[in-house]
């Protein structure tokens, strides 16, 4: 099944501004159409998801589609990240904890990286546990899935 203009334009603009493997992703998982299957969560692992259970999504359902895998891709792991920061704070005797993620394969800090690559990378002690971004980033997708909201 085709997919709709909308979609296409939010997959032109993710490809544009550097988010091409979001945007490729964005594309499959709406050509593939929803599992219909109940799924718990470790049958989830794309390895063992059977996509003959798959039923395209009609046109008029892509966008708010879109959303919603947007939002299982960005929001949702940003605000556990921000829940998990707050609940190793509270077990470190209410000490903010920032919890950082290393290269695998270079073994480097990518938070150090970015801010390196940028001086005035605006992260401090104040946004640990934060989930204001996410929750800007969940308001606009919302507002995004309205018809008619891209012009």
Do not use: C
């Not at 997919?3 to 550097?18: C, H, P, Q, Y």
């Not at 903010?96 to 002690?125: K, M, W, Y």
């Amino acid at each position: 099944m085709a997919i709709n203009e909308d979609v296409m334009t939010i997959i032109r603009i993710l490809n544009e501004e550097g988010f091409g493997v979001l945007a490729g992703d964005l594309m499959v998982e709406i050509s593939q159409g929803r599992d219909q299957r109940e799924l718990d969560e470790e049958a989830l692992d794309t390895e063992k998801a059977d996509y003959d259970a798959r039923e395209p999504v009609a046109p008029e359902d892509q966008l708010p589609a879109a959303m919603q895998i947007l939002h299982r891709r960005l929001v949702a792991p940003a605000k556990a990240l921000a829940e998990a920061e707050r609940m190793l704070g509270e077990l470190g005797k209410g000490k903010p904890i920032r919890i950082r993620f290393v290269d695998p394969v270079e073994g480097t800090d990518r938070l150090a990286t970015a801010r390196d690559d940028n001086p005035n990378f605006p992260l401090g002690r104040d946004d640990i546990g934060q989930s204001d971004v996410a929750d800007k980033l969940d308001e606009l997708l919302a507002r995004i899935a309205t018809p008619g909201a891209i012009v």
